[in-house]
């Protein structure tokens, strides 16, 4: 059984996995902005290369502390690939795609995780691996073979590479941008002196890797960056080829009126100056101009005409969103119109029709997705939405080790309430029901009409259990749900399958056909019952009422 003990620079390591972690949910939120993405997955591969290094340094047993050094590379393979592509892409140098890079880059990272799991036929990378005294729970020593070196060159080189951009975007910035991109830089280094140190011999202590310590100070430096400069709430690294040769002013508020950017032509429409812009206070710094002051405001878009400083402006605001949902901020184009008041006029007077055009195409967009995903006849998801979202809820729950049940639901004898009542009676009671799941589902679950009178609910992180009490309950309020139709009451019952993954089914048709299954044998068995998938058992059921009517 192993053995583990906790040595105290171990509770520093835990500090830095908690801190990168911290960070990474941090910059989730911004994920859109240049480098987001990549700069998460830098901070999770810089998490999981702690927590492994936790666990080696608890460990007692040489054999069990070589095990999660192993383990660690998962990190620290992919740190510098990560670090090369999020400075690529936060300078603007590439633009970020769907994927993690070229593959390229993945193939020497790929070699080193399998020349250090398969490290004991060969002693490629490691040479020798000794403790470093007789004391129990000692770190280990490593002396590093030439598969390590060229490991190491790789990663260096990225690093560096790397370093080099930022060092460029720091030239070319100012402002904000400038201090986000030291802030970046500062935070690095620390790191890559550290684990220099400990490549050429001058760790503090022999053999003891004090890289992940400085991680602390990194994950410090990386949140207040976060909350300090608003890192990738606005990144405007590029801004000199974009802002400074428009000859429209422009300023860029953040969701607390703040200039995060200004270009030289709005300073010089309004006055100001620019040391005082950025990071300051909107309605202080344009108190002169209360005119101005109602466009900095709401989340609206709105545009008009005011007069500063003698001259005669056009002024265009509008929302900031990430997504098409998250407010941002709030952008403002100032134009000089003097010279020509007239033209503007005309102009304005197109932009409008053209802006109508724009709202009744989005609208129309709306529209159209809301009916690709929706069922016309009860509001709730299609089986198209259901074939196309199950697949990736499996995935979640795949990776996050969390079950996933479904549940088939079937009206009982449906086709004789059509027939007594007619179909528009049927339509009615299909739309109630569908309004009774819709009140009875959480906002993480899936409620669809999968086709005539079946309907399917997908319950991510419900077990079988919860599943099956979930259908129970369903199945209890459809039994006691009226539907009011032509001067009399509709009564309804229902049959529910329920199956689960991943005990039935790693795949999402797997899951949907045994939930099916299980559908049928509650209709065989007497209808008005919920029945959980299983070769030869079932849970306890209850029994149907007498009559339906």
Not at 123 to 144: D, N, Q, R
Not at 150 to 169: Q, S
Not at 190 to 204: D, H, R
Not at 441 to 459: I, N, P
Request: charged content about 20%; overall charge neutral; proline content about 5%.
């Amino acid at each position: 059984m192993a053995s583990w003990q906790f040595p105290p620079y171990a509770f520093v390591i835990v500090l830095a996995t908690v801190l990168a972690c911290g960070v990474a949910a941090l910059a989730w939120k911004r994920r859109s902005a240049p480098g987001g993405t990549a700069f998460v997955l830098l901070m999770l591969a810089t998490a999981a290369w702690e927590l492994f290094r936790v666990l080696e340094a608890i460990a007692v047993e040489p054999a069990a502390k070589t095990n999660w050094a192993r383990f660690e590379y998962l990190g620290i393979a992919t740190v510098p690939v990560l670090w090369f592509l999020f400075t690529r892409q936060f300078s603007r140098r590439e633009r970020a795609g769907p994927g993690l890079g070229p593959a390229w880059l993945w193939i020497l990272p790929a070699a080193t995780l399998l020349l250090v799991f398969s490290n004991g036929q060969h002693g490629w990378f490691w040479s020798e691996i000794k403790p470093a005294s007789s004391e129990p729970g000692a770190h280990l020593i490593y002396t590093h073979g030439p598969a390590f070196w060229v490991a190491a060159l790789y990663n260096y080189l990225l690093i560096l590479i790397g370093t080099v951009t930022l060092l460029d975007a720091i030239l070319r910035g100012e402002g904000v941008d400038r201090r986000q991109a030291l802030s970046l830089l500062a935070g690095a280094i620390v790191t890559w002196v550290a684990n220099m140190a400990y490549l050429s011999g001058l760790s503090p202590v022999a053999g003891l890797d004090p890289t992940p310590f400085t991680f602390t100070l990194t994950g410090a430096i990386y949140a207040y960056s976060l909350y300090r400069y608003q890192l990738f709430d606005l990144v405007p690294v590029s801004r000199h080829t974009l802002l400074e040769n428009m000859a429209e002013g422009v300023l860029v508020l953040d969701n607390e009126q703040r200039i995060a950017d200004i270009n030289t032509a709005a300073i010089r429409l309004l006055g100001l100056s620019s040391a005082s812009c950025v990071g300051g206070s909107a309605p202080a710094l344009l108190a002169h101009w209360p005119q101005l002051l109602q466009y900095c405001a709401g989340q609206s878009e709105t545009r008009g005409e005011t007069q500063i400083i003698g001259r005669h402006l056009e002024v265009r605001a509008g929302p900031l969103h990430e997504d098409k949902r998250k407010y941002r901020g709030r952008l403002l184009v100032l134009r000089d119109i003097s010279k020509h008041r007239l033209a503007e006029d005309q102009l304005r007077e197109a932009n409008a029709r053209l802006q109508a055009h724009m709202v009744e195409i989005e609208a129309l967009q709306t529209r159209l997705q809301e009916q690709a995903m929706r069922d016309s006849l009860t509001g709730l998801f299609n089986r198209r939405y259901l074939e196309e979202t199950l697949q990736r809820e499996i995935a979640q729950a795949f990776r996050a080790g969390h079950p996933l049940g479904i549940v088939m639901i079937d009206v009982d004898h449906f086709k004789d309430l059509n027939d007594t009542h007619g179909h528009r009676a049927g339509d009615t009671a299909l739309q109630a029901l569908g309004q009774l799941l819709a009140a009875n589902t959480r906002s993480s679950d899936v409620a669809c009409r999968y086709g005539g009178e079946e309907f399917v609910l997908a319950l991510p992180g419900a077990t079988l259990e919860a599943a099956h009490e979930r259908a129970e309950h369903l199945r209890r309020a459809v039994e006691a749900m009226r539907v009011a139709w032509g001067g009399t009451s509709l009564t309804l019952t229902i049959c529910a399958g329920i199956a689960a993954y991943p005990a039935h089914g790693e795949r999402a048709d797997e899951v949907l056909d045994h939930a099916d299954q299980a559908l049928y044998q509650a209709k065989n068995g007497g209808r008005n019952r919920c029945i959980v998938y299983a070769a030869d058992a079932t849970l306890p059921t209850h029994p149907p009422p007498q009559s339906v009517t």
